[in-house]
Nanobody, 121 residues
C-alpha cells in the first residue's frame, strides 16, 4: 500500500505558476514517478514522468516547454513546476507510481488523491 500525497494545487490566473509536490512512503516510491491530470468529462492523460533511477523525463506534448518534473530521491518527493499556465491546464492533478516509465496512466499501480489546479482567464 503506502501513500502518495499531493500538495500545492490552487487557483491562478493564466500565465501564472504553481509548484506541485508529491511525497511517497518508502514502499510506494518507485522506479517511475509521474504526474497525470483529468478534467471533467475527459480522459486521464499523462503530464510528466521521471525515472528515479536515471533521471530521464517524458512530457505530454501539451505541457512540454512549460512544465518541469523533478525528483528528490532522498526525501521520496516528486515535484511538478508549472509555468505559463493556461485555462486548458485546469484539471485534477494526480501523482502516480509505476515500474514502467511512460505516459499511459493505465500502467501505474499507485495513485494519490489528487490536487485541484484551476487556471482562469
Amino acid at each position: 500500500q503506502g501513500q502518495l500525497v499531493e500538495s500545492g494545487g490552487g487557483s491562478v490566473q493564466a500565465g501564472g505558476s504553481l509548484k506541485l509536490s508529491c511525497v511517497a512512503t518508502r514502499d510506494t516510491y518507485s522506479r517511475c514517478m509521474g504526474w497525470f491530470r483529468q478534467a471533467p468529462g475527459e480522459e486521464r492523460e499523462g503530464v510528466a514522468v521521471i525515472s528515479t533511477s536515471g533521471g530521464s523525463t517524458w512530457y505530454g506534448e501539451y505541457v512540454r516547454g512549460r512544465f518541469t518534473i523533478s525528483a528528490d530521491n532522498a526525501n521520496r518527493t516528486v515535484y511538478l513546476q508549472m509555468n505559463s499556465l493556461k485555462p486548458e491546464d485546469t484539471a485534477i492533478y494526480y501523482c502516480a507510481a509505476g515500474s514502467r516509465c511512460n505516459l499511459n496512466p493505465r500502467t501505474y499501480y499507485a495513485w494519490g488523491q489528487g490536487t485541484q489546479v484551476t487556471v482562469s482567464s
